[in-house]
């Protein structure tokens, strides 16, 4: 077990609709990191949020959003869902390591199917 | 240009057996990490190993260690007496410390392992 959660486990919806996935970091765990992880593309960074702010952007689409709350938990919001954001999304936490390594922590992801 | 390739999509290893697997990278960042993860059926990223740029020594966890050949840039994990809960998607991924705040990890394809009894 990581310490990273994520709910919920699995997410069935239809195309055009709205989701929200959610993860709670490490205990003192300061960023939290979202990842996509598809057949064709492989495992992608989405973004980082570092203590309730945005710090990086990859390859998230505009129809994509998230914030890390002040109890450092974040969302992930994906609106106008297509069939092709089916996916699995990881989201990962790290500190500051003794020893500088800041390991990113995977959650067990969330499972999106788009029907 | 791919940051990390791992060239082999597949590997079936006999139990008991060492595995290599490969993992090489491309970057111009003077200080980067290196990471191993592993992806079981069920879908979770597990941590394994890290390995520091200007680490002088392969990193080692339990049967895992890198041997990391830095003018090769080359990152490969070694597996030793391999166990049938080894069968997994092992990915290798590098995060480049000099992009200030963006310490994104860029992952490899994978590699599956299969442990044959």
């Known amino acids: 077990d990581s310490g990273v959660t994520q709910t919920p486990k699995h997410l069935i919806t239809a195309t055009g609709q709205r989701v929200t996935l959610r993860c709670s970091p490490r205990s003192g765990d300061l960023s939290v990191y979202w990842y996509q992880q598809s057949l064709d593309q492989g495992l992608q960074f989405l973004i980082q949020y570092y203590n309730g702010e945005e710090r990086a952007k990859g390859n998230i689409l505009e129809r994509f959003s998230a914030q890390q709350f002040p109890d450092l938990h974040s969302e992930l919001n994906l609106s106008s869902l297509e069939l092709g954001d089916s996916a699995l999304y990881f989201c990962?936490?790290?500190?500051?390591?003794?020893?500088?390594?800041?390991?990113?922590?995977f959650g067990p992801g969330t499972r999106l199917t788009v029907l | 240009a791919q940051k990390i390739t791992q060239t082999q999509p597949g590997m079936f290893v006999q139990e008991k057996e060492a595995v290599t697997l490969d993992c090489t990278y491309d970057?111009?960042?003077?200080?980067?990490?290196l990471f191993w993860y592993k992806q079981p059926s069920s879908g979770e990223m597990i941590f394994l190993i890290y390995?520091?740029?200007?680490?002088?020594q392969n990193a080692t966890e339990g049967r895992y260690s890198l041997n990391f050949q830095k003018a090769r840039k080359s990152a490969n994990l070694v597996i030793s007496a391999s166990q049938l809960g080894d069968s997994a998607m092992y990915f290798c991924a590098m995060r480049e410390d000099s992009n200030f705040g963006n310490e994104k990890l860029t992952f490899g394809t994978g590699t599956r392992l299969t442990i044959i009894p």
């Open positions: 990962a936490s790290s500190g500051v390591a003794g020893d500088g390594t800041d390991t990113q922590y």
């Open positions: 390995q520091g740029s200007y680490d002088q």
């Open positions: 970057t111009s960042d003077p200080s980067y990490g």
